[in-house]
């Protein structure tokens, strides 16, 4: 399956965006270590942020993306991303909007979702923190969409097996925590980005979760709580979130790839 083009579009494009890519980057990536915000340090000498604008837009079928900056840094990104364009992408027209976010990643993507125009129908959630998603995997996920789903996530199965714990906290905090439960690994999949949704569907189910309170860590996750269903189609291996500093080591590693193989 691959999406077609997005011919609708309003912004600086001229069209009227059928498609939209939420961007969450607004996060401080405490389990990084210090130094930048997360989405803002570089890879290859360029932004994770702009490597994942770059992703989405690189989809024929994004003609919109929304970047979710930190509550204080939406100028600071939006001069940032000026400074790198999307040229040499399929998606150099894609219109790049940038909009403060919150407190959680949950506040964040909310945030992002009400500045979709409601012309939009597809609407992508990606992590600035998954840079190097590859163009397949996220025109997949808008194929599914468009085929019908109302809910879609990229997925890969699990190599580790899996424990669930009691975990110890308080006065017990660090104790060995006892193992309750060994769920069937070949039942499980470990969740990526971007994960695809009818607008409507998402924005009911960011709704429901703003009253019921925080919780779910990812947006697929709050569409089942509607009671809708949600499906997967295969993940890639180069989704990988990047979470602590050894993530960034495999981060330039496939980058590297990538430039070996483009022949650079
Ligand atoms: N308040 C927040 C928290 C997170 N995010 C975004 O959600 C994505 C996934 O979150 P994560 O990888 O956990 O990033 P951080 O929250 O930055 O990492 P950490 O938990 O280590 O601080 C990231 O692109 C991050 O920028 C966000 O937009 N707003
Ligand atoms: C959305 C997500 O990337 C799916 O695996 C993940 O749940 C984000 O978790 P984080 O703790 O906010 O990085």
Request: aromatic residues 2%; charged residues 25%.
């Amino acid at each position: 399956m691959s999406a077609t083009p997005d011919h609708g579009g309003s912004g600086a494009s001229g069209r009227t965006a059928r498609t939209a890519a939420v961007i969450p980057a607004a996060g401080r990536g405490v389990r990084l270590g210090p130094g930048a915000p997360k989405a803002l340090r570089p890879l290859s000498g360029t932004p994770m942020l702009v490597h994942a604008v770059r992703a989405m837009a690189g989809s024929r079928s994004v003609s919109l993306v929304v970047v979710v900056a930190p509550p204080d840094g939406a100028d600071e990104v939006r001069r940032l991303l000026d400074a790198y364009p999307l040229s040499g992408s399929l998606g150099d027209t894609t219109e790049v909007v940038v909009v403060p976010g919150g407190e959680t990643r949950q506040e964040s993507v909310r945030k992002g979702l009400a500045a979709v125009p409601e012309t939009v129908t597809t609407v992508l959630v990606h992590d600035a923190a998954r840079p190097l998603v590859p163009v397949d995997t996220v025109d997949a996920v808008v194929a599914a969409v468009r085929d019908g789903a109302p809910a879609v996530v990229p997925a890969l199965p699990l190599a580790d097996t899996v424990k669930q714990v009691d975990p110890r906290t308080g006065e017990r905090a660090g104790e060995p925590e006892p193992v309750v439960g060994t769920p069937a690994r070949a039942l499980l999949r470990a969740v990526q980005t971007p994960q695809g949704f009818d607008r409507a569907t998402l924005v009911a189910a960011h709704e429901k979760i703003a009253l019921e309170g925080e919780g779910a860590t990812d947006d697929a996750g709050m569409v089942e709580r509607l009671g809708v269903e949600v499906v997967v189609v295969p993940g890639h291996e180069e989704a990988f979130k990047v979470t602590r500093p050894l993530d960034l080591v495999l981060a330039e590693a496939v980058l590297a790839r990538r430039r070996a193989n483009d022949g650079f």
